[in-house]
């Protein structure tokens, strides 16, 4: 149970708390479709029954031991064609609050939107979006978080927890309160149009931006270095150039790149 209050004007505000659910993004989506939902609010749960990641993957996350919420804002001064720019704010408050509370260098956004402390993943974020006309109307932000779960069992390559990292425990709900207030800063930052500032910040903490490494890309195998991200958000990458030839750019969303770790 939380109970300090959370320091914000909006953001996890209006809590549920629930001890079990299959997924908070999916209880979140269903209450949206019944009642109005207030800008900020946060389904937390101790134990997902079902926790969703991307690509359908499953969500792994021990009961009581991590951060596993979904956030609702409806960010309707958004366009369709710009709501990569919501990941980008999600993806940049959920690294500020890995920084401030592990308070380590070596923490990135592996792209789109994964939190990695070297390479090892300690975060994740699911964002659904419903869109009306030309604009976003809801949003929910699943973000999941290992905080201090020392044991991993599902098919994930590389997971790590704050406890992993630290070997220290964390308080679940202190954690939560400031992930509320690194969330709602850079929410209001992109309210705020900050979107250019917003985008560079991204790119520059990406894991691997500007160093060449191996990536698959539609199943080959290339060296190449991340120059950045389209304003849709797909991976902008560069191969290293073979002797006297140009070099080669490429352009790929989430199925057509895999990065070899
Ligand atoms: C990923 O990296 O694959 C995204 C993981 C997102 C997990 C969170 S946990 C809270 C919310 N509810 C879900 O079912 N998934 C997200």
Known sequence: MILQPINTLFTGQNLIELPEVES????????????????????????????????????????????????IFHPRFLTAARQFNLNICVSLGVLDFVDQVLNKEAVSIKWPNDIYFNNKKIGGILIENTIQGNSLQTSVVGIGININQTEFHSEAPNPASFKTITGQDYNIYESFSILCTCLEARYLQLKAGKETDMKMEYIKNLFQFDVYRDYLIKGELYTCRITGVSDSGRLLLEACSQGNEEYRTFEADLKEVKFIL
Do not use: C, H, Y
């Open 24 to 71: 908070t993004n999916d209880f979140a989506i269903e209450l949206l479709k019944s009642t109005a939902i207030p800008e900020g609010s946060a389904i937390l749960t101790q134990k997902q029954t079902k926790g969703r990641g991307q690509r359908e993957q499953n969500w792994e996350s021990e009961s009581g031991k991590n951060i596993t919420v979904s956030f």
